[in-house]
């Protein structure tokens, strides 16, 4: 489970920063892929032995591989804030029709908007990326079942007994 943890972690924290300095919100739909992958590929090095195992390593190598998810969305949220700016933030609103104070309220309200929406989709990329690693470890885990019960084998059940 570490050793497909620590892959997907470097993957998703590369995949991770590049997608938040173009559109922050769309991390967590990366996350759903990772997560998988996660479950998949820890399922392949582990080979658990029931259901349950698998989907246990599957989301514990999800939830271990969002450390790099989490890390970059951090990371980038802080330089699209930084880039951007209040002033920057207020005037693409105003081209949107809505009026936006410069004033120091409206500066804390951008700080805290950024690191708020940074922590919360980081946490969802938690959740997403462990439930993902967990369907993962279920659907490697099918697979190996059904090579395993394959015709010729005599393990498959007779119809209409």
Known sequence: MLKSAAILAVVSLVLAFGVTLVMPACVPCAGLMLGFGAGVLASVFDKPSDAGAAAKVGAGAGALASVGAIVAQMAGAGLNAVLVGPE??????EQWGMEMGTDAASRVGYWTGAAGSALCLSALDVALMAGLGALGG???????AGRAGSPGTGSEASIGQ
Do not use: V
């Open 88 to 93: 920057g933030a207020a005037q693409l609103m």
């Open 138 to 144: 279920l659907a490697w885990r099918g697979l190996a």
